[in-house]
């Protein structure tokens, strides 16, 4: 069967979470749960507009601290969903006390904190990491300009080869076959078919539009921005890293909206590297991923698609 082309770019996106799938409107999110049971939990908020998000290169950095605060909020409530009341732990102490003690602000703030706590460790691994290795090496061999492509081979290595681990876990995997149905169901509507599992089923499970793409340009912008960085210190070269990393994200972001907004050879460009990484964090689903897809999509459409376009 031809794959039907593209009618329209949509600004409505999602994440994949465990068992489900988080979709986002102009005006609404979704999240859309398997329960053990076989149901469909749906959970709805309305989506809240910042001044930031009109402003280029800013709005790169605070959408990544917005994600990554609210995709883990979501992710702990859809393991909670998703975990049959047998298999469910007791809450510990600390969780009854800070339940008993605390409203739902300090708890969110905790939520918010951890999130950009895991943020910051996967900066620390894939952005500095690699930088003391090759500062380490280059103390007893020196490299010359060899530092600056050993030091960007080692960060692209290390985050495929993270990826493809997350692939070995059971857990993960089935996460990632969730991110494919997301995918196509976003083809499917962007085609201007009806969302049924029959025509979504046929469509492409990669998206120029996903955070996989995101984080890979974010690698890549930052290779080729940092390459002009001093190598005297290490820690000086790292100090600079961080500092320049909300500059990065916001070239990267607006990198990823021209792909998603346009096809010509420049975005195909910008798009492949993301679209082949695509093959470690996205998988065929299977019918009930793509029902649980259609249920967290359908209440955030807009109610013509040109108000929600990309």
Known sequence: MEKPKECFKTSVGGQALMEGIMMRGPKKICVAVRKPDGGIDLTMEDVKHHKWQKIPFVRGACSMIENLVLGYRYLMHSA???????????????????????????????????????????IVLFMVLPTAIVGGINHFVPLGWGKVLLEGVL???????????????????????????EHKTIACYEAGQELTVENI???????????????????????????????????????????????VMGISYELIKLAGRYDNLATRIISAPGLWLQRLTTFEPDDSMIEVAIAAVKPVLPGRPEDGLW
């Open 80 to 122: 909670e969903v998703s975990m049959p009341e047998e298999e469910q732990e007791q809450p510990g102490k600390l969780d009854l006390w800070l339940q008993e003690h605390t409203g739902p602000k300090f708890q969110n703030f905790l939520m918010a904190l951890a999130a950009v706590m895991g943020g910051m460790l996967a």
């Open 155 to 181: 960060k692209i290595a290390m985050f495929v080869i993270y990826l493809f681990l997350c692939t070995r876990m059971k857990e993960i995997h089935r996460v990632f076959e969730y991110h494919g149905a």
């Open 201 to 247: 089923r046929h469509h492409c499970r990669f998206h120029p539009r996903c955070g996989t793409s995101f984080m890979i340009l974010v690698l890549i912008v930052s290779i080729l921005l940092f390459s002009v960085l001093p190598w005297s210190s290490t820690g000086l070269r790292v100090f600079l890293k961080l500092l320049l990393l909300p500059v």
